[in-house]
């Protein structure tokens, strides 16, 4: 039989173009037009909000814009974008064009063609610190010139626009109704004052009243009445204790015209009534949340006034970013700063804690300094911070990320971004939590260290140190033995000897490993107690980096949860 010659295959495929981005903050911006002329010659935008409320007229219809929502929207029709006077919207507006490269009967050209946006709509919640990563980099990275650098730049655009149409198609064909419950999640969120009902948000899925409800609770664990009732109650916590509103004022704020019936609820959820709480909370709270600094008053006096934007926070960066917010300076203990954080704090410069440099501190003119533990304020040096500017002592910022978050965003008029911030951050640890589930079920991890001192430690949980909250408190997973014997309640990391690695029941082992330790994790490491280890036999063992495993920001917490889900859930 005569072999037959193979055709050559030919592709015809859609690129990708970033053309322009630009970051709006002021409401004459929006209103001069963001991008829309140019729209007008492209194919498509990426509407990204960073900040404020706004809203987006188009085709006959009005959409709410706020902090994290993420729109991709095509040219095909005229748009107008305004933000409210109490709250100046800002975001980023990111501009691009769609090609198709069409066949050419001469090397010497290529044609294209220019093609309509393949999808549109609104980006996942939890797809917000990804999108905010890219987007900033790609900003940020516009000053650099060089083709290699274009290269780059368009390459790291076309990703990001891959994986936000991987979840359009996905939404499109049915296969994944999650994301349609998401999206009624961040909607009721977003507007908790309105009054959901479940036929409501059933329509809004696309779903009917009953599979909304089966659906809801598989994903949440709870009833969407329950789920926004705890969401309201929890808004109202916040405004009992950072604001002077009336009980009633509140009620109706967060979608009870009924003061009674608000504190029915409140009660239920809490155990106590509003002004129980209150009393409980208040002194409790400060305490917690603002340690030992002289010019702290009261909650509404001690607050700095929102719109003080530049900020020095010391192993507060990751927060800040979180927040919006770019330091002034970056925190370093010599050669060591936190990498994972480059992509925001392109240009920013470094500040050694070791010996502070307060002359730089003065340079920078910061209207506000955090500290992130309290031996920075010690011998002296919190006088000369206070010097400077109103400054900030963290006793105990690594117990509750989230209340130092909260804190943070009390401090520098970020509020609402930081309580949005920390539900977006549950629902991707809840996601995350059952992947492992199904995958791992509930076989045993632990973190192992080999430090700067050249001491092997052990870290456990669950609610103290940078790990244990994340790895036994968010993703659920299961501790060894040995952790609960040893690094278990308020002495969270103990140093052991590598023969007790014998004593160490894990199936799966996440290992840091200092600069200055790594000859001697070499030696350990060819040891009997450590090649003979079940997880290590097993190929179980994941190196992973010290500054986002030693950091206790959301941003580091959600990157341990990515390596997590890399180590555990994408094996062969």
Known sequence: MEAQSAKPV???????????????????????????????????????????????????????LFYGKCLLLSRNAPMEISSDADAPLKGYVVVFDVFRIEDSPSLETFPVRREAVPFEGEALAERFAEIERTIVGLHEGMKERGELQRFNRQLLFQKLLGTLWEDAERERAGKDSTLAIKRTIEQMEQACDEQWT????????????????????????????????????????????????????????????????FSSRFKQVTGVSPTEFVKQQRGRSIARAYPFTPQLGSPASGVPQAGRGRVIGLFFEDYLTVLGLKPVLQFAWGTYYQRYLEPFLSGVNKLNVNRIDFEAVMRAEPDLILLGFPDWAEEGRFDRFTQIAPTYVFERAA????????????????????????????????????????????????????????????????QTCYTGPVLYGDLGLEPPELVRELAWGERSIRTISPDMLRRLDADHLFVVID????????????????????????????????????????????RKIDDVLNALTCRA
């Open 198 to 261: 479940r036929d409501r948000l059933a329509e809004l899925a696309g779903l009917s009243p009953w599979h909304y409800s089966s659906l809801f609770k598989k994903m949440t664990g709870k009833t969407p009445t329950d789920y926004l009732t705890e969401t309201r109650v929890n808004r109202a916590k916040e405004k009992l204790l950072w604001s002077d509103a009336r009980i009633e004022d509140i009620a109706q704020s967060v979608g009870y015209s009924n003061e009674f019936y």
């Open 515 to 558: 600069e200055e330790g790594r000859d001697q994790a070499r030696q350990w490491m060819n040891g009997e107690s450590w090649r003979t280890h079940p997880a290590v036999r097993r190929g179980q063992v994941y190196e992973v980096s010290i500054d986002v495993w030693m950091s206790f920001g959301m941003i580091a917490h959600e």
């Open 10 to 64: 030919t592709e015809k495929p859609l690129a990708f173009t970033l053309r322009q981005i630009r970051y709006i903050e002021t409401a004459s911006e929006w209103a001069d037009d963001p991008g829309t002329e140019v729209l007008r010659l492209t194919a498509g935008m990426l509407l990204f909000i960073t900040g404020g409320k706004g809203h987006l007229r188009r085709n006959g219809r009005t959409e709410r």
């Open 399 to 462: 117990v509750d990320w989230r209340e130092t978050l909260r804190t943070v965003g009390r401090l520098t008029g970020q509020s609402a971004r930081a309580e949005a911030s920390i539900r977006r951050y549950e629902v991707l640890a809840a996601a995350a939590r059952k992947q492992l589930e199904q995958a791992i079920g509930r076989e045993k991890v632990a973190l192992l260290r080999v430090d700067r001192r050249k001491r092997l430690l052990l870290y456990g949980g669950p």
